[in-house]
C-alpha cells in the first residue's frame, strides 16, 4: 500500500487528542491512605470516583498512563444501549423478568447519558443524532425489519425501517442492502466528555494520579494494601477499573476479559459538499457483519473516522490504517484518493456471555466487559459501582450477581481470537 495513503503530517494516535491533549496531572505524592482507591481513570473509574468524592469519602484514582489514556479517549463516540443479546437469548438464559431488567438497564444508560453531560454542563459535542444500522446483505435486512416490527412489548424504542431504495437519505452509499434507524442513540467527542469528567472528579475533591501503575493489591485487615510505582496507599476500599487493559494485577478477573483490539482511521477533511453527500443527516453508522464496521463525521463534520477490526492479530496503526482505508473506500468509493490524517488503536473488553459485569470479588468492587460499546455502559456502570461502594441502594444494577464467565485454560492471552475471527469473517462472506 502505498506511503502517501497518510498525509505528510498524519498522526498514529487518537484524532481527539489533538484536540484535548492527555491532561498534565499534578505530580503530588501520593496519600499514605485513602478511603477508596481506583484503579484505571476511564469513564468507568472517574464515574465511581465522582460518586465516592461527591459523597466525602478521600478518593485516589490511579492509572499506569496518563489519565483517560485507555479506550476512553480513544473510541468512536458512538452511544446506544449497549446490551448486545437480544432480549429472547436473555430470555432463554435467565427467563423473561431478568431479560426484560437487563435490556431496561441499557435503555436507562443511554438516557441517563444524555441527562448527565445535560446536568453536569459538559462541553462535549454530545448530541442525539441518531444510528443508521446498515445490512450487509439481503438476508440481514430482512432480520433487521422483522426486529423492528417485532419488538418485545414494553421493551420497544424508536426504530425506522429504511429500504436500500431510499438509503441514501440516510448515507451516501450503495454497499448496502437498507438499515435502520434507532433515532435516540447519540454521539460524543469521547476525549472532550472525558476531559470535563476528569475536571469535575477533581473539583468533587478526588486526587488522580496517572504514570502510576498498581503493582499488588493484598488484604490488610478490613482494608487494602495497594502498592504501585509511586508507593503504598492503605484503602478501605478498591475498585477495578481497567476493562479492556486488565493485567497480572487482578488474575480473577483477566480470566474473564478478552482484549480485543479496536482500530479507526481519521480522513484528511473533506470538501462540505462532499461530508453531505456521504452523511447528509449527520447519523452515527455501524453495520450487520459479525466483524463490524462503525463510522461517523468528525464533531466539526470535515473528516470521517471509521473503525472496525482489520486484522485477524493485533497489528501496528501503519498497518491497520490501509487496511481500514480499503474497507472505507468499499463503502464509499468517492474517497479512494482521499488520506488518512490519524490511524490508532484501543483494546476493549469482550466477555464470554457477551454481557457487562459489575461486582465484587476478594471485596475488591469492579464493573468492565462492556464488549466495544462502553461510552454510555462504562459511565453508567461508574455512576452505580461507586453508589455500590457507598452502600447505597440505587446502585442496583440489573447485572447485580450475574455469574461472570470464563473458560477452562483461559488466562487473560485470547489464543482463540484469530480462529475466532476468521470464522466471523466466514460468515460475514456468506451472508449469516
Ligand atoms: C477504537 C475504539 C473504538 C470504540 N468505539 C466505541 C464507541 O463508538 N462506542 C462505545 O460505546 N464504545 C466504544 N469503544 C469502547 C469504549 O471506549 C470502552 O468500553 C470504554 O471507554 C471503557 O472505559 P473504561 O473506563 O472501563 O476503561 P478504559 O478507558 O480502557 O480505562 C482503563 C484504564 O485502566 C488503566 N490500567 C490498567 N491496568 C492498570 C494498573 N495495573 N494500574 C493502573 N492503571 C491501570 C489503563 O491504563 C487505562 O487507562 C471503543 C473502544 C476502542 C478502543
Not at 481519521?266 to 452523511?279: G, K, R, S, V
Not at 468492565?368 to 454510555?376: F, H, L
Request: charged share 20%; proline share 6%.
Amino acid at each position: 500500500m502505498p506511503a502517501s495513503l497518510f498525509t505528510p503530517d498524519h498522526k498514529l494516535s487518537p484524532y481527539w487528542w489533538d484536540r484535548v491533549p492527555r491532561p498534565a496531572l499534578d505530580a503530588a505524592a501520593l496519600p499514605a491512605r485513602a478511603d477508596v482507591v481506583v484503579v484505571g481513570s476511564g469513564y468507568t473509574g472517574l464515574h465511581a470516583a465522582l460518586q465516592t468524592a461527591r459523597a466525602g469519602r478521600h478518593t485516589l484514582v490511579l492509572d499506569a498512563e496518563d489519565a483517560g489514556w485507555g479506550c476512553s479517549t480513544r473510541n468512536g463516540g458512538q452511544i446506544s444501549t449497549s446490551v448486545k443479546p437480544a432480549f429472547s437469548v436473555l430470555a432463554r438464559r435467565y427467563g423473561p423478568d431478568r431479560a426484560r431488567e437487563i435490556v431496561q438497564e441499557g435503555q436507562r444508560s443511554l438516557a441517563w447519558f444524555g441527562q448527565f453531560v445535560a446536568e453536569e454542563r459538559i462541553d462535549c459535542d454530545f448530541g442525539v443524532v441518531g444510528r443508521f444500522h446498515a445490512a450487509h446483505n439481503a438476508a440481514q435486512f430482512t432480520q433487521l425489519a422483522r426486529a423492528a416490527a417485532h419488538q418485545p412489548a414494553g421493551l420497544e424504542v424508536d426504530v425506522q425501517v429504511v429500504p436500500r431504495t431510499e438509503q441514501r437519505t440516510e448515507l451516501g452509499s450503495d454497499a448496502y442492502w437498507g438499515g435502520v434507524l434507532y433515532r435516540q442513540h447519540a454521539s460524543v467527542d469521547p476525549a472532550r466528555y472525558h476531559q470535563g469528567l476528569l475536571e469535575r472528579v477533581l473539583t468533587a475533591g478526588a486526587q488522580v494520579a496517572g504514570r502510576c501503575p498498581v503493582t499488588q493489591i493484598e488484604r490488610d485487615g478490613e482494608g487494602f494494601r495497594v502498592r504501585s510505582a509511586r508507593g503504598t496507599v492503605q484503602a478501605r476500599q478498591v475498585v477495578i477499573a481497567t476493562n479492556g487493559y486488565t493485567g497480572t494485577l487482578t488474575p480473577w478477573l483477566r480470566r474473564r476479559v478478552i482484549p480485543i483490539g479496536s482500530y479507526i482511521i481519521a480522513t484528511e477533511p473533506l470538501p462540505a459538499a462532499l461530508m453531505q453527500q456521504l452523511m447528509p443527516n449527520n447519523r452515527i453508522v455501524s453495520d450487520t457483519r459479525k466483524v463490524v464496521f462503525y463510522y461517523r463525521a468528525s464533531p466539526d463534520r470535515r473528516s470521517i473516522l471509521f473503525g472496525g477490526r482489520v486484522s485477524i492479530s493485533e497489528t501496528d496503526p501503519s498497518v491497520s490504517g490501509p487496511l481500514l482505508h480499503a474497507d472505507l473506500v468499499g463503502v464509499f468509493p468517492e474517497l479512494a484518493h482521499t488520506r488518512i490524517s490519524h490511524s490508532w488503536c484501543g483494546f476493549v473488553a469482550y466477555t464470554f456471555d457477551e454481557l457487562m459485569h459489575i461486582g465484587q470479588h476478594e471485596g475488591m468492587h469492579y464493573a468492565m466487559g462492556y464488549c466495544g460499546s462502553g461510552v454510555g455502559m462504562g459511565s453508567y456502570l461508574g455512576l452505580r459501582l461507586g453508589q455500590q461502594v457507598l452502600g447505597r441502594a440505587e446502585g442496583r444494577t440489573a447485572f447485580d450477581n450475574l455469574a461472570f464467565p470464563t473458560r477452562p485454560l483461559y488466562t487473560g492471552k485470547p489464543w482463540f481470537l484469530a480462529a475466532s475471527i476468521r470464522y466471523f469473517r466466514w460468515c460475514d462472506r456468506q451472508g449469516f
